[in-house]
């Protein structure tokens, strides 16, 4: 290249401080999602589909999210145990997963902290297949059946086994078979590949239109207060939740409390909306091919969700009691329940 058709220095000098300027606002739009909201939060769901975590996807299906000034990315892992796991691998900053998780961490050592609950019921169904050939009238006929739970250490799995040893049996007299929560819980169901399995909806609720609800005998059901009672001695029971580690919590304030606010904007929504109206704003796919079932499922959902978002101490102990009885690394821990939640960052 001649001096003639040569950049001047001034030129490149220039020419590379734009590029600079550039990237860094590139990096800056996807840090912030482009809502000058910071770094996207990344949010693992222990299975979208499922009703229990109805609250997450429709803050962001409303855009509660972005007005309340936060940007998210919700991961679907299937279960509240996977959701766990990505959650210790870093691979997530949120769960959305059952409140019993950070009590089950703190018997580890690890400081993991629930800020807004989404449930005041855990909203769990133990029903038995209609292709079992065991005669199961009662928990107790559980012992050497094969119970479906969406996966091991998950939520579902707790509910077995405190429903087992409350019913004088041991945690194991049952075997857990892994089904998970969506379509393959109903296929595993209406198979017969398990005896019974403890559901939530919408399965529970296209497992009883596809074979009759006649045909599904269910041996509890905590989606009603009155069944809460009778198994946990308690008004409230918290159960599906946003949690995230105590320093990542303290590190990002700001974003804890949008991501409550706009939690508890979708629990105002929930309550004050009809089954059809809350199902319209749903990804469709999530109905499946029987929307109307979608809509049933809803219906028979909306009581369990908390009203404002809140922790209840009453509540906690009971998690607590439930997770002690089959689990002596908890039973043996020293465990401050003070430090599993907080309700510091609700609006």
């Known amino acids: 290249m001649t001096n003639a058709n040569r950049p001047s220095r001034r030129l490149r000098v220039l020419v590379a401080v734009a590029t600079a300027v550039a990237a860094l606002a590139t990096g800056c739009a996807e840090d912030s999602g482009g809502d000058g909201g910071g770094k996207t939060v990344r949010i693992g769901v222990g299975g979208q589909p499922l009703l229990v975590y109805l609250p997450t996807t429709l803050a962001e299906r409303l855009g509660y999210y972005r007005d309340a000034g936060v940007s998210v990315k919700l ?48 909203s769990l169904v133990l029903a038995v297949s209609p292709k079992t050939d065991k005669k199961i009238d009662s928990i107790a006929d559980l012992k050497g059946a094969k119970v479906g739970v969406t996966s091991p250490g998950s939520s579902t799995d707790f509910f077995l086994k405190n429903l087992l040893v409350s019913n004088g049996m041991k945690a194991t007299d049952a075997s857990a078979v892994t089904i998970g929560g969506d379509t393959t819980a109903v296929a595993a169901m209406e198979r017969g590949r398990v005896d019974a399995a403890v559901m939530v909806d919408p399965s529970i609720s296209q497992l009883q239109k596809r074979v009759g609800k006649d045909k599904v005998k269910i041996l509890t059901d905590t989606r009603t207060g009155q069944d809460v009672r009778e198994d946990y001695g308690v008004s409230t029971y918290p159960a599906a939740s946003l949690y995230s580690s105590r320093d990542w919590i303290e590190g990002h304030k700001d974003q804890t409390r949008a991501l409550a606010k706009a939690i508890v904007r979708a629990l105002k929504f929930i309550d004050t909306h009809s089954a059809q109206q809350i199902a319209a704003k749903m990804p469709s796919k999530y109905a ?23 922790f209840q101490s009453a509540g906690a102990e009971a998690v607590y009691k439930v997770l002690s009885r089959f689990s002596p690394e908890i039973a043996d821990a020293d465990v401050d329940l003070k430090k599993t939640y907080t309700n510091a960052y609700l609006p």
């Open 75 to 122: 991961e679907d892992l299937q279960s509240g145990s996977n959701a766990l796991q990505a959650f210790q691998g870093g691979s997530v900053d949120v769960v959305s997963g059952y409140y019993d998780h950070t009590i089950q961490m703190q018997a580890k050592k690890k400081d993991d902290v629930a800020f807004v609950n989404m449930l005041r019921y855990p």
């Open 288 to 310: 499946g091919d029987d929307p109307e079932v979608y809509v049933t499922a809803i219906a028979n959902a909306k009581d369990a969700y908390a009203k404002d978002g809140g």
